[in-house]
């Protein structure tokens, strides 16, 4: 295999460099029917095809949104480390599943290992905690939503898991209108329902309101209803804000509801000695979620799912006599099997044992800051330009504004000219800016922003991005003919 995947990497560097250089920038300037088309033309090739890899790694990176582009800002999608990248080369070269030992001998402990010392990053103790590798954020929160709701419903004395919900009480879960879709999604597949989470009301930032937060739980439990989980975020995802962790601590204990931590944006703050405050009662949280292919340039997937007791994951222990039979274990070979919701599981752990054996806490915490920095020079950049508004000031390295002409334009003018100014710079493939919509009702509610995960990326950049902005925003505006 040895000479056959180094002649096959090669080929798709080559197929790598020409497809960067097809797109020469940030976005292919192509119309999504367009490349959807030249996709096809070349899917409709000789069913055998020896320069397959070669034909379609050009394609791909042609045809992709380059998150290592300094204008491609619009999402948490971050550019990959090189060491991250050649380490996940290594797991699908070996392809070993986390799922029994004999299939991961050596990536059973080092999974274990890594989640042991993220577990000390958040602030659990180390010896009591566990954890496992996810494929994101929207797993992760289903976890923690799925041993809460365990946790609730077996006080009272059900089996959740195998027999289904008890009629009575109505199980709700509290989380701020800014959460992350994937907490109602989450709630409807365990049976909640989607109108099981309650929206917590939230600030300007988007950061949730404690007073609020504590109002709604004293209100649902004088209808005799169950809260099951409050759901804190450590990084809004429009926004980066950070949920007042001590006071959604403080609460869930005082009513006895599982805290869940959506840190996979922030934490990497962590990593950060100057942002790691802003992530302070993340430590009192029952479970957390992180997200490495985010604020930690991993290649996707790389989530991490972490509670603070192990004892938690009862309801997920399963035995399979061809998996993990127990004599295995009683004889010293450990299973993993009850740790996830999937049985065959890659070894994402690795690449980042790597990138963090690599880098070292400091070479990540530096990239970090850079994007923070980045961010708040950003943030000046967009006050100093005459025609744009800035939202607020960045929390992590996500920067909310608008295009906002000094000449009067109304809010539904606002609203279609950003919205329509943000479709053309993708369609021209000048850059990738992300799109939202503030919390309330009625026109002037959508914003562009910049999430900005590239360290390399400089203030230059970011300020010519903001000047196609306002270039692009003015074209549309007065009628001009538009860049082809």
Same mark, same amino acid.
């Given at each position: 295999?040895?000479?056959?995947?180094?002649?096959?990497?090669?080929?798709?560097?080559?197929?790598?460099?020409?497809?960067?250089?097809?797109?020469?920038?940030?976005?292919?300037?192509?119309?999504?029917?367009?490349?959807?088309?030249?996709?096809?033309?070349?899917?409709?090739?000789?069913?055998?095809?020896?320069?397959?890899?070669?034909?379609?790694?050009?394609?791909?990176?042609?045809?992709?949104?380059?998150?290592?582009?300094?204008?491609?800002?619009?999402?948490?999608?971050?550019?990959?480390?090189?060491?991250?990248?050649?380490?996940?080369?290594?797991?699908?070269?070996?392809?070993?599943?986390?799922?029994?030992?004999?299939?991961?001998?050596?990536?059973?402990?080092?999974?274990?290992?890594?989640?042991?010392?993220?577990?000390?990053?958040?602030?659990?103790?180390?010896?009591?905690?566990?954890?496992?590798?996810?494929?994101?954020?929207?797993?992760?929160?289903?976890?923690?939503?799925?041993?809460?709701?365990?946790?609730?419903?077996?006080?009272?004395?059900?089996?959740?898991?195998?027999?289904?919900?008890?009629?009575?009480?109505?199980?709700?879960?509290?989380?701020?209108? =800014?959460?992350? %879709?994937?907490?109602? $999604? +989450? *709630?409807?597949?365990?049976? !909640?329902?989607? &109108? /099981? #989470?309650?929206?917590? @009301?939230?600030?300007?930032?988007?950061?949730?309101?404690?007073?609020?937060?504590?109002?709604?739980?004293?209100?649902?439990?004088?209808?005799?209803?169950?809260?099951?989980?409050?759901?804190?975020?450590?990084?809004?995802?429009?926004?980066?804000?950070?949920?007042?962790?001590?006071?959604?601590?403080?609460?869930?204990?005082?009513?006895?509801?599982?805290?869940?931590?959506?840190?996979?944006?922030?934490?990497?703050?962590?990593?950060?000695?100057?942002?790691?405050?802003?992530?302070?009662?993340?430590?009192?949280?029952?479970?957390?979620?992180?997200?490495?292919?985010?604020?930690?340039?991993?290649?996707?997937? =790389?989530?991490? %799912?972490?509670?603070? $007791? +192990? *004892?938690?994951?009862?309801? !997920?222990?399963? &035995? /399979? #006599?061809?998996?993990? @039979?127990?004599?295995?274990?009683?004889?010293?070979?450990?299973?993993?099997?009850?740790?996830?919701?999937?049985?065959?599981?890659?070894?994402?752990?690795?690449?980042?044992?790597?990138?963090?054996?690599?880098?070292?806490?400091?070479?990540?915490?530096?990239?970090?800051?850079?994007?923070?920095?980045?961010?708040?020079?950003?943030?000046?950049?967009?006050?100093?330009?005459?025609?744009?508004?800035?939202?607020?000031?960045?929390?992590?390295?996500?920067?909310?504004?608008?295009?906002?002409?000094?000449?009067?334009?109304?809010?539904?003018?606002?609203?279609?000219?950003?919205?329509?100014?943000?479709?053309?710079?993708?369609?021209?493939?000048?850059?990738?800016?992300?799109?939202?919509?503030?919390?309330?009702?009625?026109?002037?509610?959508?914003?562009?922003?910049?999430?900005?995960?590239?360290?390399?990326?400089?203030?230059?950049?970011?300020?010519?991005?903001?000047?196609?902005?306002?270039?692009?925003?003015?074209?549309?505006?007065?009628?001009?003919?538009?860049?082809?």
């Amino acid at each position: 295999m040895r000479s056959e995947l180094r002649d096959a990497v090669e080929l798709v560097l080559i197929g790598l460099e020409v497809g960067s250089a097809r797109r020469d920038g940030p976005v292919p300037r192509v119309t999504p029917e367009a490349l959807a088309e030249q996709v096809r033309g070349v899917l409709r090739l000789q069913e055998q095809d020896d320069d397959a890899l070669l034909r379609f790694t050009e394609l791909l990176a042609y045809g992709s949104a380059d998150p290592g582009h300094p204008a491609c800002a619009a999402h948490l999608h971050c550019p990959p480390h090189p060491v991250a990248v050649a380490a996940d080369l290594a797991v699908s070269a070996l392809n070993p599943s986390l799922d029994s030992w004999d299939q991961a001998p050596a990536a059973t402990t080092m999974e274990t290992e890594l989640l042991a010392e993220l577990a000390a990053l958040v602030g659990f103790d180390p010896a009591g905690a566990a954890g496992v590798l996810t494929t994101g954020g929207t797993e992760s929160n289903l976890m923690g939503l799925f041993l809460a709701r365990d946790r609730a419903f077996g006080a009272l004395g059900a089996e959740v898991s195998r027999d289904g919900l008890p009629p009575q009480p109505q199980g709700v879960v509290l989380a701020s209108e =800014a959460a992350h %879709f994937s907490v109602q $999604r +989450a *709630a409807a597949l365990l049976g !909640l329902g989607e &109108r /099981a #989470v309650l929206p917590v @009301p939230v600030d300007r930032s988007l950061r949730m309101d404690p007073v609020a937060l504590a109002g709604l739980l004293k209100e649902t439990v004088r209808q005799g209803r169950l809260p099951v989980a409050v759901v804190a975020t450590a990084g809004v995802t429009d926004t980066g804000a950070v949920d007042p962790l001590p006071a959604a601590a403080e609460l869930a204990a005082e009513y006895g509801a599982w805290l869940h931590v959506d840190a996979a944006y922030g934490g990497g703050a962590l990593f950060s000695e100057r942002l790691a405050p802003l992530l302070a009662g993340i430590e009192r949280a029952d479970s957390v979620s992180l997200d490495w292919h985010k604020f930690g340039w991993q290649p996707a997937a =790389a989530g991490v %799912f972490l509670t603070r $007791r +192990a *004892a938690d994951y009862g309801p !997920l222990e399963r &035995r /399979a #006599v061809y998996l993990n @039979p127990a004599d295995d274990d009683e004889a010293g070979y450990p299973s993993l099997l009850g740790r996830s919701l999937r049985t065959t599981r890659r070894a994402d752990a690795f690449k980042l044992l790597v990138t963090l054996r690599t880098l070292g806490r400091a070479g990540l915490g530096a990239r970090v800051d850079a994007c923070h920095e980045l961010a708040l020079a950003t943030a000046e950049s967009v006050r100093a330009v005459p025609g744009l508004e800035l939202h607020g000031e960045p929390v992590l390295s996500t920067v909310v504004f608008r295009y906002h002409p000094e000449s009067g334009a109304g809010p539904e003018e606002l609203d279609r000219l950003n919205a329509e100014l943000r479709r053309e710079l993708l369609r021209t493939g000048r850059a990738v800016v992300g799109r939202t919509e503030l919390p309330g009702e009625g026109p002037g509610r959508i914003r562009l922003k910049l999430t900005l995960l590239n360290p390399e990326t400089t203030p230059a950049d970011t300020a010519a991005v903001l000047a196609e902005v306002v270039a692009t925003g003015g074209r549309i505006r007065t009628g001009q003919p538009r860049h082809e």
